[in-house]
C-alpha cells in the first residue's frame, strides 16, 4: 500500500458523519479496491463533544473550516457545509485557490458558482467532485459526465427532491389534501419546518441547474430556471390525473431546443406506463435521452446520511485513483454560455382545471377563447350536472405554445362564470 | 487541442459499424469534452467493401486483427470480433501484453479469461474496459467500479437479455405459450435462428460473472454459476403468477451469503411492485443493492448498434481521460476466489405447479411429502373440479433450502397421481 488519501471534512452533520462512519466501515475494502486508503485526518464542525457513532479522538480538529486548506496533512477538502456562500464559498475558493481537490454535496454552491469553481479547479489542475449534490446515491453525476459522453443529450429530467415526491405519492395514495399531508410529513421528519426550499422547486432547481450544466456543457444556469412548485396541487388534480391516465410529479427537466436551452421545475403529468412515474416515496429518478444510448433511467435514494456519503466516498474513491476529469465534463473554458429558451415558447400539451357556475353557454364561452389562442382541445371532462352551482371542468390540449396557453387563461380567468384562477398542469410525453 | 486518441477496431458488424458512426456523428463534441479527439485509423474486418454507413476510405485495412497491435497508429484497440476463444483472446491478449489499452464488448471472452486478461492488463499498466459487454447502454460497469465503489454490495441483479425478457413480456401480453412468441422473435429478428445461446440463459450467465466480479471483487467465475433458460417457462404459470402478484423475469443473481458467493440466473417470479418488474420488452434493468446506498436501479437498452456504440466509446473516453481504474474495480492481484455457494444450499421460497388426477388423497399426499421435507406451504391454490380429470396444482412455500425442496419434488413426482414432472420456479424478495 501507498501513501494514504489524507481528507479533511469540513461539517459533521448528517451527511458528515456519514462520511466517517462509512469509512470506518468499509475503509479496509475500499484502501484494496483503490490500492490507496482513505484516511480522514482533520476535521472541523462546531461540536467536537457530540456523539457521531464513530472515534473521532485521533483527528484534528479546526475550528475554521479553511485551515483545513492550510493543515499540511490534508489532501483533498471535503465541503458539508452547505449554502450557497458564506463559508461553503470560502472553503470551496480557497482549497481550489491552493491547489486541494474540493468534494461537495452542496448543490446551491454549484448551482450559483459553478463556473467560478469549475475554473479554479482547473487552473489548478485538481478535482472538483460533486456526486452527492444530485439525487443522493444515485451515481447520476458520473453516468453524465463520463458513462453517457459519447452522446448528444437531447433531454435530462428527473425527480430530485424525495420531500416533494414523498408529499405527492401520500397525495394520490391516500386521496388527502396538500396542506394535511405537508403537515404529516413534517411530523415525520419528511419535511423540514421551513419546508420552502423543497415545495417551491428551490432544491430541485439547484440540482437540475447541475444536471443541465452536465448534459449540454454548459455554465449552471441556476437564474434562467422556471420554478414552480407543488403548493397548488390539490387532491382533486390527482385525482383528475389518474382518471386521464397521468401521474402528477414534481420534475426537473431540461432540454435543448431550437431556442435554446429549456430548463423548468414545475408538477409535471406524467403517463402512468412511464418509468418515472413508478419512482414513488422518497425515492429519485433521472432519466437521460441520448442520441446513441436511447433513454436511461436511474433510481435510488436522493438523500439522507448512508446514500449521501457512499456518493461523496465514490468522489474520494476517484481522487484516489488519479481521476482527472473536468467538473462538468468539459474543461471549464469550454463550457458554453447557452442561449436561454423562455418558458413563454415552451411547446407543449396542457391540463386546465376550471371551477365554473353550470349554466348554458359557459363551454361555449370558454371554447371560443380557447379558439381564438389556436389551443387545440384533446380531451374535455364535465362530470355530474349541477344547475347554477360550482362544478369543475378539466381539460386537456394539444401541443400548444405556452404564450397562448397563458394568455388563453388570463381571458378564460375573466369570465363571469368562472369562480377561481384557472389551474394548469404541464403534461410531459416521455 | 493535444495528440488525438487513435483507436483501431477489430471487428465492423453491428456494434463496429455502430462505433465509426457515432465517432463520426459526435466527434467535435467528445473532442472537446475529453479535451482530445478520438480517431478511428485503422481497422479490421472481412469486407472491405461493404457500406457501413460511414465514410472508411482513409482507414488503414488490417487482414488479421492481431496487426492492429504492431500497428505504430494505433494507440488502443477495439476488439469487436465475438467469441470466447479464438481471434477474440489472441487480439486480447496480443494487446495487453504489448501495453495497448483494450477495449471490449465481449462478455464471453471476460466471463471466462477476465481474471487473465485483467493481470495482464495490469502488469502492462495500461486499461481493459468493457462497459459494452453487460448490458448495452446501461452504464452499470462504471457505477459498480466507481460510482459505488464505497459500498459492500450485499445483491446485484438483472434482467439482462433482452430476447428473452421480450419473449416473456409478450407471453405475458398476449397469454400466448413459449414456442409460439419464440417463433414471432425470431421472424421479428429479436431472436437469433439458434436461439439457446440467449433462452438457455448462457449470455445471462457471461453477463452475471462480470456483474459479480466487480460487486464482489472476485475472479469472474462463469463457471460456477448455476444456469437454467426459459423454455420451460409456460402461458399457464405467467397466468398463476399474475394471480399470485408477481411477474415471471429471467434474472442473473448473485449475492453473498454465509456459505459464500451465489451466483445463479434462471426465471424468476419477482413481486409487481419491485421495480425490476417493470423492466419490459427488450430493455434490461440492474438492481445493485449496496449496505450505505441501499438500492439503486438502472435501465435501458441492453443491445443494438448505438448503446453499445455509446458503452464502447465511453470507455474509449475514459481512456482518452487518462482513467486508470483496474478492470475489475480491485487491482488483479488482489480479485479474491470466494467460495461458491451450491444451490442445493439456496435459501429461498418457491412456486410450485403440479398437474395431479382430481381424486381424494392427492392433496393429502402431496401434504405429507412436503411436511416430511420440512417444506412449509404459504398458499395453494386449486381451480375448478374436475373428477377423475387432470387438474393443476399450485402453491407458494415459506423460505425453504433448495436440496429439501428437490428432494419433495423427486418424491412428489413418483406419486401414481402426479401427471407430469412438477414445476418449479424460484421466487425472489426483492
Keep these: 500500500m501507498v501513501r494514504p488519501l489524507r481528507i479533511g471534512v469540513a461539517g459533521l452533520g448528517t451527511v458528515g458523519g456519514g462520511v466517517l462512519r462509512l469509512l470506518a466501515a468499509n475503509g479496509e475494502r475500499i484502501a484494496q479496491r483503490t490500492g490507496r486508503p482513505l484516511v480522514v485526518t482533520a476535521v472541523c464542525a ?14 484534528r480538529w479546526h475550528g475554521r473550516a479553511v485551515d483545513l486548506v492550510a493543515d499540511p496533512e490534508v489532501d483533498v477538502v471535503c465541503e458539508l457545509i452547505g449554502g450557497a456562500d458564506g463559508l461553503a464559498l470560502d472553503l470551496a475558493r480557497t482549497s481550489l485557490g491552493a491547489g486541494k481537490p474540493l468534494v461537495t454535496a452542496n448543490k446551491a ?5 459553478g463556473a467560478e469553481l469549475a475554473a479554479l479547479a482547473d487552473r489548478a489542475g485538481v478535482p472538483l467532485a460533486f456526486e452527492a449534490a444530485v439525487a443522493g446515491g444515485i451515481p447520476i453525476v458520473k453516468s453524465l459526465r463520463e458513462g453517457l459522453a ?4 437531447a433531454r435530462v429530467y428527473g425527480i430530485l427532491n424525495g420531500t416533494c415526491n414523498y408529499i405527492l405519492t401520500q397525495m394520490r395514495e391516500t386521496g388527502r389534501d396538500f396542506t394535511a399531508v405537508l403537515g404529516e410529513a413534517q411530523a415525520l421528519g419528511y419535511a423540514e419546518a421551513d419546508p420552502s426550499f423543497d415545495i417551491d422547486g428551490i432544491d430541485t432547481a439547484h440540482k437540475l441547474a447541475l444536471l443541465a450544466a452536465l448534459a449540454f456543457g454548459g455554465r449552471p444556469r441556476f437564474d434562467a430556471i422556471h420554478v414552480e412548485g407543488i403548493r397548488h396541487v390539490t387532491a382533486l388534480d390527482i385525482q383528475f ?4 391516465g397521468y401521474r402528477i410529479k414534481l420534475l426537473g427537466l431540461a432540454r ?20 418515472i412515474a413508478a419512482v414513488e416515496g422518497v425515492f429519485n429518478g433521472v432519466v437521460v435521452d441520448g442520441d446513441f444510448v436511447d433513454s436511461v433511467v436511474h433510481e435510488g435514494r436522493g ?4 446514500p449521501t456519503a457512499s456518493a461523496v466516498v465514490a468522489d474520494l474513491i476517484d481522487i484516489a485513483r488519479g481521476s482527472r476529469v473536468p467538473a462538468f465534463g468539459v474543461p471549464a473554458t469550454a463550457l458554453a454560455d447557452h442561449r436561454i429558451a423562455p418558458i413563454a415558447s415552451h411547446l407543449g400539451c396542457y391540463y386546465i382545471r376550471l371551477l365554473v357556475v353550470d349554466r348554458p353557454g359557459v363551454l361555449a364561452d370558454v371554447s371560443a377563447v380557447l379558439r381564438d389562442h389556436r389551443v387545440s382541445i384533446e380531451a374535455l371532462i364535465q362530470r355530474g350536472r349541477n344547475p347554477d352551482q360550482p362544478v369543475p371542468i378539466v381539460l386537456t390540449t394539444h401541443e400548444t405554445v405556452e404564450a397562448q396557453m397563458t394568455g388563453a387563461l388570463a381571458r378564460i380567468a375573466a369570465l363571469d362564470a368562472v369562480l377561481e384562477p384557472p389551474r394548469m398542469i404541464r403534461i410531459e410525453k416521455l
Design 46 to 59: 462546531r461540536d467536537p463533544s457530540k456523539d457521531r457513532g464513530v472515534d473521532t479522538s485521533g483527528l
Design 109 to 113: 454552491l454549484l448551482a450559483i458558482h
Design 150 to 153: 459519447a452522446n448528444r443529450v
Design 241 to 244: 390525473a389518474a382518471e386521464l
Design 256 to 275: 435543448m431546443t431550437e431556442l435554446g436551452l429549456e430548463q423548468r421545475v414545475h408538477p409535471c403529468m406524467v403517463p402512468n406506463a412511464a418509468p
Design 303 to 306: 438523500a439522507g446520511a448512508g
